[in-house]
């Protein structure tokens, strides 16, 4: 637990250490609920209309009633964001189906649980930034779309923590996911960009790559930079012969990749990648004030 973590639960602050859910919730016990995270910059959230409009998604999709309006949402965020000390950080939104009868069953919940944590995260560090990542392909499958829909932020990510684990033990930064047809589907906590003749691709939610806001972001910058971007479906090929690929996520940002599997990229950090980087802060900073 981190000792600088701010946390919101159930309509208050609460010292971190107090933050406490039961062993009876069904989001402990079985991955059921749904979640975000929300960058915030200058102590406010970025595109958090956005994030609460997927919240609000994938919460109906699992059929989990909200307890709250977004706007109760939003200003817990906001109340959140104040009780902390820092002016930039990362919030983890966390709705679960609550406490209830052992059982899958959620008729027995009777209220879900909704909990806030702001904290620091650096998920790669500057040199890693700079020099790009080293990513590998995991051998752990993205789960299909009609076992759960990848649009879905649900509290179930086993195996993209299995695909995490792949990538420490090959000593590399981060792991690509592949859909069970073998193409790209998207990184552990993150989706995947290449740049071929100029043209930037990345998978279709159809692949399995969940619809980043992030990814939003760069879709909105290329167009604005008179960079081609299109969803595309991709191969392991298109990783190994990419001019460029970087990640983008609300936990990562944007990161260069150096190379995937031993294949290092034509170039990292590429043009195209340090001009939609240069163009993402510029965003951040303008939207922030
Ligand atoms: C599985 C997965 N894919 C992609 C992303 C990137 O989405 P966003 O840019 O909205 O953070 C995330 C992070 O939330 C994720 O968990």
Same mark, same amino acid.
């Given at each position: 637990?981190?000792?600088?973590?701010?946390?919101?639960?159930?309509? @208050?602050?609460?010292?971190?250490?107090?933050? %406490?859910?039961?062993?009876?919730?069904?989001?402990?016990?079985?991955?059921?609920?749904?979640?975000?995270?929300?960058?915030?910059?200058?102590?406010?959230?970025?595109?958090?209309?956005?994030?609460? $409009?997927?919240?609000?998604?994938?919460?109906?999709? &699992?059929?989990?009633?909200?307890?709250?309006?977004?706007e109760?949402?939003?200003?817990?965020?906001?109340e959140?964001?104040?009780? !902390?000390?820092?002016?930039?950080?990362?919030?983890?939104?966390v709705?679960?189906?609550?406490?209830g009868?052992?059982?899958?069953d959620?008729?027995? #919940?009777?209220?879900?649980?909704?909990?806030? &944590?702001?904290?620091?995260l650096? =998920?790669?560090?500057?040199?890693?930034?700079r020099?790009?990542?080293?990513?590998?392909?995991?051998?752990?499958?993205?789960?299909?779309?009609?076992?759960?829909?990848?649009?879905?932020? !649900? =509290?179930?990510? =086993?195996n993209?923590?299995l695909a995490?684990?792949?990538? !420490?033990?090959?000593?590399?930064?981060?792991?690509?996911?592949?859909?069970?047809?073998?193409?790209?589907? $998207?990184? %552990?906590?993150?989706?995947?960009?290449?740049v @071929?003749? /100029?043209r930037?691709?990345?998978p279709?939610?159809?692949? /399995?790559?969940? $619809?980043g806001?992030?990814?939003g972001?760069v879709?909105?910058?290329?167009?604005?930079? /008179? &960079?081609?971007?299109?969803?595309?479906?991709?191969?392991p090929?298109?990783?190994?012969?990419?001019?460029?690929?970087?990640?983008?996520? %609300?936990?990562?940002?944007?990161?260069?990749?150096?190379? &995937?599997? /031993? @294949?290092?990229?034509?170039? #990292?950090?590429?043009?195209?990648?340090?001009?939609?980087?240069r163009?993402?802060?510029?965003?951040?900073?303008?939207?922030m004030?």
């Amino acid at each position: 637990m981190s000792s600088q973590a701010v946390c919101w639960l159930d309509g @208050r602050i609460v010292p971190a250490a107090e933050a %406490t859910v039961s062993v009876f919730d069904h989001g402990l016990l079985y991955g059921d609920g749904v979640f975000e995270g929300v960058r915030y910059y200058r102590r406010t959230a970025f595109r958090l209309e956005e994030h609460l $409009e997927r919240l609000a998604l994938s919460a109906r999709a &699992i059929a989990l009633a909200l307890p709250y309006t977004m706007e109760q949402l939003a200003d817990a965020v906001r109340e959140t964001i104040a009780a !902390s000390t820092a002016e930039d950080g990362y919030l983890r939104v966390v709705i679960t189906r609550g406490g209830g009868a052992m059982g899958l069953d959620p008729r027995g #919940c009777a209220r879900p649980t909704v909990f806030i &944590i702001a904290l620091q995260l650096q =998920l790669a560090d500057a040199a890693k930034r700079r020099d790009g990542l080293r990513a590998i392909i995991a051998a752990t499958r993205r789960l299909p779309p009609d076992g759960l829909d990848p649009r879905i932020k !649900s =509290l179930n990510y =086993l195996n993209h923590v299995l695909a995490r684990i792949e990538a !420490s033990h090959a000593g590399a930064d981060e792991a690509i996911l592949l859909n069970a047809a073998g193409r790209v589907a $998207e990184g %552990t906590a993150d989706n995947v960009f290449v740049v @071929r003749k /100029g043209r930037i691709l990345t998978p279709p939610a159809v692949e /399995g790559a969940l $619809e980043g806001v992030t990814r939003g972001v760069v879709f909105e910058l290329a167009h604005a930079a /008179g &960079i081609e971007a299109v969803e595309a479906p991709l191969a392991p090929y298109d990783l190994y012969t990419a001019e460029e690929c970087f990640l983008t996520g %609300t936990a990562m940002e944007l990161a260069p990749v150096a190379e &995937i599997d /031993g @294949r290092r990229m034509t170039v #990292c950090p590429g043009p195209v990648y340090r001009r939609l980087e240069r163009n993402f802060r510029a965003l951040v900073q303008g939207e922030m004030g």
